[in-house]
């Protein structure tokens, strides 16, 4: 996979927003595959389709690139994008994209990872001050999207710290971690909620350690009148997909987190 981006593209260019829009963008179409499926190539979506960049040919699978200048391989930080309400509306369909996240600096790609769609709930969309009546789109509302809360197991590394990762191992690992799945908003929400709790902890656990997020998972989840039973399903939940391991009555081990 060739990391360095094709400047010739940027002739002309003034706008740094501009010039790193068509870098970024171009270099994807040209050097990635798909992540799910391992077709050899993905291609540009529609102009203007929302919440949506790129398309698998063979599975049909969509995605959405997010690219920064950083040479960091950390992905916590605040990302910011297009229309509030058009994002919620997409990531709450069942036609939501999986994302990529790119890292560059020097013209060359440092750092990419994708986050499967399932892992993307309203939570983790932050919305932005709508913009001032003088602005010339007075009222505009945009998103932020906080990485911070995306579980660290679920951003898949494709390229880190330069070097590109074995494309069988990447839809190895998406596939896996996309068997957590689940068409239901409110199952996805508890569940994106007890992974955050679970990274929290050592890599052994016992249940009393999750029972005491049961105050913070209350304020989340005011309607459920038995967040100690949630837990417990949901637990039982990631044993059964091979993530956590029961080792003795009330006692955990991480397998896949």
């Not at 769609?117 to 932005?128: A, N, S, V, Y």
């Not at 003088?134 to 070097?163: D, Q």
Request: charged residues 30%; aromatic residues 10%.
């Amino acid at each position: 996979m060739e990391l360095r981006f094709d400047t010739s593209l940027i002739k002309g260019y003034k706008s740094a927003s501009q010039i790193a829009r068509v870098l970024t963008e171009d270099w994807l179409a040209r050097n990635m595959y798909c992540p799910i499926c391992g077709e050899k190539s993905i291609k540009r979506a529609e102009p203007n389709a929302p919440v949506k960049d790129y398309i698998c040919n063979n599975c049909k699978a969509q995605y959405e690139l997010k690219s920064k200048k950083e040479k960091s391989d950390n992905y916590t930080s605040k990302v910011n994008d297009g229309v509030y309400r058009t994002m919620i509306d997409r990531i709450t369909s069942l036609d939501n994209p999986s994302f990529f996240f790119m890292h560059y600096d020097c013209y060359e790609v440092n750092n990419l990872i994708i986050v499967p769609k399932c892992f993307f709930t309203p939570e983790i969309i932050e919305k932005r001050a709508p913009l001032p009546e003088k602005a010339r789109r007075s009222g505009w509302e945009g998103c932020n999207i906080l990485l911070k809360k995306v579980p660290e197991f679920a951003k898949i590394p494709i390229i880190k710290n330069g070097i590109s990762i074995d494309s069988k191992i990447v839809c190895k690992e998406y596939n896996r971690v996309y068997s957590l799945k689940t068409n239901n908003m409110e199952s996805r929400g508890w569940l994106m909620d007890i992974l955050n709790c679970i990274e929290r902890l050592d890599a052994t656990f016992t249940l009393k350690n999750m029972y005491e997020f049961v105050k913070e998972l209350s304020i989340k989840h005011p309607n459920n009148n038995n967040i100690e039973a949630k837990i417990r399903q949901q637990l039982q939940f990631l044993r059964d997909k091979g993530f956590i391991d029961f080792t003795s009555r009330g006692n955990y081990k991480k397998i896949g987190l």
